[in-house]
């Protein structure tokens, strides 16, 4: 019995079922073999060495615009190849901040723009406005990813 259960595995393997979605780092997925399902990924640094961003790339980002991919490729499938949900568990960083963050790797990704945090919350200088066309034109890409990416900025006990 055990074995056929995990000959089921090797089948669904072998019908692209187990591959996992890119973290965009192709060097880090030939070893973690992408983000998988039901795998714990632990990140470990120093205060201010990056963490968050990294894990916001390879594991929510990345990820995300990959299965966004996948489906597009898959339009006309019955049983789609991969699923996509992710519970961000955020207590040091609100939820408005962090799609904020998100905003300006999609600018980055979508028009090769750096622009960060502060400039688009006219910290230093009021944003211009074709950059809060740019900037509001990334609303329907975030809230789509809303749909699979659910935040918890709050203490959750």
């Not at 393997?13 to 992408?34: A, E, H, M, W, Y």
């Not at 894990?55 to 006309?76: E, G, T």
């Not at 211009?128 to 990813?145: A, F, N, Q, V, W």
Request: glycine share 6%; aromatic share 14%.
């Amino acid at each position: 019995m055990i074995f056929d259960n995990f000959l089921e595995d090797v089948d669904r393997g072998r019908q692209g079922f187990n591959v996992g979605l890119s973290t965009g780092i192709k060097p880090l997925d030939q070893v973690i073999t992408g983000v998988q399902r039901a795998t714990y990924y632990l990140i470990g640094g120093n205060t201010g060495t990056g963490k968050t961003a990294f894990a916001d790339h390879a594991f929510v980002l990345k990820p995300y615009a990959n299965f966004l991919n996948n489906r597009l490729s898959q339009k006309y499938s019955e049983t789609p190849l991969i699923s996509f949900r992710v519970f961000y568990y955020s207590m040091e960083i609100a939820a408005k901040r962090k799609i904020a963050k998100w905003v300006c790797w999609l600018m980055f990704e979508r028009h090769k723009m750096i622009i960060d945090i502060n400039e688009v919350y006219s910290k230093r200088s009021t944003l211009s406005e074709e950059k809060y066309r740019l900037i509001s034109s990334c609303r329907d890409y975030i809230e789509g990813m809303m749909e699979y990416i659910h935040i918890f900025d709050h203490p959750i006990n």
